[in-house]
C-alpha cells in the first residue's frame, strides 16, 4: 500500500482517508462496519485509561529504575502551568502516563509498539478534549492513525530492532499528526504531509533502550513524540507541505534504518546504553556482568 494510491482512490471515490480505511477492512477481513468500529472504540477506551493512570500517584516501573515522571510532571501543570500550552502539556502528561503504564506491565495498546504506544493516544486524547471533539471524531481519527501505521508497516517497518527508534516513536507520531490533523478537519493531503513531517524530524533516531528495557530513553521519547507529532498537525494545517513526499519519507526512513548497525537497534550495546550510567542502571537490576 502507498499514500499516493491511497490519495488516488479517495479522490475518484469522493471520500477520506478514515472511509477508505474501513472500507479496504471490510474487504480484506470480511467484518462489518459496525465490528470494525467496536473494535475501535475498545481500543480507545484502553487508551484512555492507560493515558490516565499514572497521573494522580507515581507508578513505578517492574525493573524499578523508572516512574513517577507522568504524577510529577501532571503535578507541576496543574501548580505552575506549562511553557507549552494546554494541549501539548496535557499530551505530554498523557504520552509519560502510556509509557509508564507499559513499563509497569499495565494494559495498553502497542500503536504501532509497546515502546511508543504513548504518542497517538496522548495526541488524540489532548485534542479532543480541549476541543470538546466527539467520541465518534476522536474514534474516526484513530482509524486514519491505523492507515498510515500499515502504510509504514507495508514500506518501511516499525519496530526498533529492524529500524531504530525512528520506526517507532517515529512511526507513532506520523500515525499521531495525520489523526490530529483529519480531526481538526485537515484534508487527504494534509494528513500525509502532517506524517511525513514528523517522521523528518526524527529520521535516523536510534533505539538504544537501557538494559534492553523499554524505559529508559523510551518513555520520555514517547513524551517528545507527541510534541513532534502535534507541530506536524499544526504545520500541516497552517497549508505548510512536506517537500519530500510521505511514501519517499517513508522510503528514506527504510534505507537509514537498514544502514543503522546492529548496536543501535534495540540490542542495548550502543547510543545511551553504552553510557556509563547506562551500564550501571543495567547493573542495578541484572547484576553485575
Same mark, same amino acid.
Given at each position: 500500500m502507498r499514500a499516493y494510491k491511497v490519495l488516488e482512490s479517495c479522490k475518484r471515490d469522493s471520500t477520506d482517508l478514515c472511509e477508505y480505511m474501513i472500507r479496504r477492512e471490510i474487504r480484506v477481513s470480511g467484518v462489518s462496519r459496525e465490528r470494525i468500529i467496536e473494535r475501535f472504540e475498545k481500543m480507545l477506551d484502553t487508551m484512555e485509561a492507560a493515558a490516565k493512570h499514572a497521573l494522580d500517584a507515581p507508578l513505578k516501573s517492574v525493573s524499578g529504575i523508572t516512574g513517577g515522571d507522568a504524577y510529577r510532571y501532571n503535578e507541576y501543570i496543574k501548580s505552575r502551568g506549562s511553557l507549552m500550552g494546554d494541549i501539548p502539556a496535557a499530551a505530554i502528561a498523557y504520552a $509519560?502516563?502510556?509509557?509508564?503504564?507499559?513499563?509497569? !506491565?499495565g494494559r495498553i495498546v502497542a500503536c504501532p509498539t509497546a515502546g511508543s504506544c504513548g504518542?497517538?493516544?496522548?495526541?488524540? +486524547?489532548?485534542?479532543a &478534549?480541549?476541543? @470538546? /471533539?466527539? &467520541?465518534?471524531?476522536v474514534i474516526r481519527a484513530l482509524? =486514519?492513525?491505523? $492507515?498510515?501505521? $500499515?502504510?509504514?508497516?507495508? @514500506?518501511? *517497518? /516499525? =519496530?526498533?530492532a529492524e529500524g531504530g527508534c525512528q520506526a517507532e516513536c517515529?512511526?507513532?507520531? %506520523? !500515525?499521531?499528526?495525520?489523526? =490530529? *490533523? #483529519? !480531526? +481538526?478537519?485537515?484534508? @487527504?493531503d494534509a494528513c500525509f504531509h502532517a506524517g511525513a513531517i514528523a517522521i523528518k524530524n526524527v529520521l535516523g533516531l536510534v533505539c538504544d533502550p537501557v538494559g534492553g528495557l523499554v524505559e529508559?530513553?523510551?518513555?520520555?521519547?514517547?513524551a517528545g513524540g507527541v510534541v @513532534?507529532? /502535534?507541530?506536524?498537525?499544526? /504545520? %500541516? +494545517?497552517?497549508?505548510?507541505?512536506? #517537500?519530500?513526499?510521505?511514501?519517499? =519519507?517513508v522510503d528514506a526512513m527504510k534505507s537509514v534504518g537498514d544502514a543503522l548497525p546492529a548496536k543501535l537497534k534495540e540490542t542495548a550495546l550502543g547510543g545511551l546504553a553504552d553510557t556509563a550510567s547506562g551500564r550501571e542502571l543495567k547493573n542495578m537490576v541484572f547484576g553485575q556482568d
Open positions: $509519560l502516563s502510556g509509557a509508564e503504564t507499559n513499563a509497569s !506491565m504518542i497517538v493516544p496522548a495526541a488524540i +486524547l489532548a485534542t &478534549r480541549a476541543r @470538546n /471533539l466527539p &467520541r465518534e471524531t482509524i =486514519v492513525s491505523g $492507515l498510515v501505521g $500499515l502504510i509504514i508497516a507495508d @514500506n518501511a *517497518c /516499525l =519496530v526498533g517515529g512511526s507513532a507520531a %506520523a !500515525m499521531a499528526a495525520a489523526a =490530529v *490533523c #483529519y !480531526m +481538526l478537519g485537515g484534508d @487527504n529508559i530513553p523510551c518513555i520520555k521519547r514517547n @513532534n507529532a /502535534l507541530t506536524s498537525a499544526d /504545520l %500541516a +494545517l497552517a497549508g505548510v507541505k512536506s #517537500y519530500i513526499p510521505f511514501d519517499e =519519507v
